[in-house]
């Protein structure tokens, strides 16, 4: 016979059971469609689109922009990927779809017409704008339904397309997603100096919220390759796209970042041949300093790294003079380097998008709060001084 105290534990557990709804508004996952990667391009429709208008199936809309949704592997729908016209076709282990209008929750709702199942974007990793729609419109305009959705988390990397975005959500390896890629290469910028530190949308938003300029990491793309290559520049009060750095552009912004490890520097010797650095550690201090109304920074880098690439194997004697003639020459392209990114900061875009202002808001409150309403133009006018120093640990092993 079951004793009462333990027939009134299983009652109670069985009533409790019972009271609890557990996830009876849930959708299986295999009935769901989910995105892991969103372009933006300027409108242009598609011959799908175009066809669909021919039957009477359109809607009143303009055609601003054009989004590009990249369906994870496994939740597609074949038949619908075929319809898109995209290169994947049912090949490849992602789908590309597109849709044109003039706002983009409306256009993710057109997808519900025309997929059996809902595009979910809970698991979205990169956003990439074109370059030309960014020109048109400011981020904060094409991002605005993606910053209030609540279904998108906020932890998804921005990047901006030299061309079309939906080129570089586009792959010739039928085994790579491109959303995936394109994140997996930030992972690389510990060893490189020419890959920013990954914007996410939450930092992205923040950016944006507090009127300064910012930069975002370009991507290019050819025959379905993609490589990082430089920084997009937008304005702090428009959002818009207004210019680009280069990769040797984003090495000397690192000489001025802290947080920045990674990268190599090359020289030549004497003889022609080619000698490479590589960063190990390395310190920067910069220092704002105000007189009245006028400021002025002074930017103190060191860095520790190795020899990894010697084309010459001097004497033995040498050893010593030779390597402090490479750390002088190293230190002057980085120099170089810096000053070539300052110049085009200061006088091509008059932006801050290297951080000064973290420096003198942190050092001197008191000021910047005088100037950050127009900090962008004051800084293209202040003076920066900048002092490298290189020292060589290791000149690295050789064979005798």
Not at 68 to 97: C, L
Not at 243 to 263: A, R, V
Request: charged share 25%; glycine share 6%.
């Amino acid at each position: 016979m079951i004793p009462f105290r333990m027939l009134l534990r299983v009652v109670s557990a069985l009533c409790i059971l019972l009271t609890l709804s557990g996830c009876w508004s849930s959708r299986e996952i295999e009935d769901l469609s989910l995105y892991v990667g969103l372009g933006i391009d300027v409108g242009k429709e598609t011959e799908f689109e175009k066809d669909i208008a021919a039957q009477g199936g359109s809607y009143p809309k303009k055609n601003y922009l054009t989004a590009t949704v990249q369906i994870a592997p496994g939740f597609s729908n074949s038949q619908s990927s075929q319809q898109s016209g995209s290169p994947s076709s049912g090949k490849t282990s992602y789908a590309n779809e597109q849709l044109s209008g003039d706002s983009l929750l409306q256009i993710f709702r057109q997808f519900a017409l025309r997929r059996d199942r809902p595009l979910i974007g809970h698991h979205l990793k990169v956003i990439v704008v074109s370059k030309d729609i960014a020109k048109k419109y400011g981020l904060d305009q094409l991002l605005d339904f993606v910053l209030r959705d609540n279904d998108i988390r906020p932890n998804c990397l921005v990047l901006i397309s030299h061309r079309r975005a939906v080129d570089v959500l586009t792959s010739q390896d039928p085994s790579r997603i491109p959303a995936f890629y394109l994140t997996g290469i930030t992972n690389n910028s510990y060893i490189s100096n020419k890959i920013l530190d990954p914007v996410l949308l939450s930092k992205l938003d923040a950016q944006m919220q507090s009127g300064s300029s910012f930069l975002l990491q370009n991507v290019l793309n050819s025959d379905g390759e993609d490589k990082f290559s430089g920084g997009s520049i937008f304005d702090g009060k428009t959002t818009k796209f207004i210019g680009e750095l280069s990769q040797t552009d984003l090495e000397g912004l690192s000489w001025l970042n802290p947080q920045k490890k990674g990268g190599v520097l090359k020289t030549h010797n004497k003889e022609g041949f080619t000698v490479l650095y590589e960063m190990k550690k390395k310190k920067v201090k910069i220092t704002p300093k105000v007189v009245g109304n006028d400021i002025s920074f002074h930017v103190k880098t060191e860095s520790e790294g190795w020899l990894m690439e010697d084309w010459r194997a001097p004497e033995e004697e040498e050893k010593g003079t030779y390597l402090r003639e490479l750390e002088k020459e190293f230190a002057e392209l980085a120099e170089q380097q810096i000053r070539q990114v300052l110049y085009k900061l200061q006088h091509t875009y008059k932006v801050d998008v290297a951080d000064f202002r973290d420096s003198l808001r942190i050092k001197e409150p008191k000021t910047w709060k005088k100037v950050k309403d127009d900090w962008d133009k004051i800084f293209s006018t202040v003076p920066i001084t900048y002092d490298v120093k290189i020292t060589i640990t290791n000149p690295g092993s050789s064979t005798e």
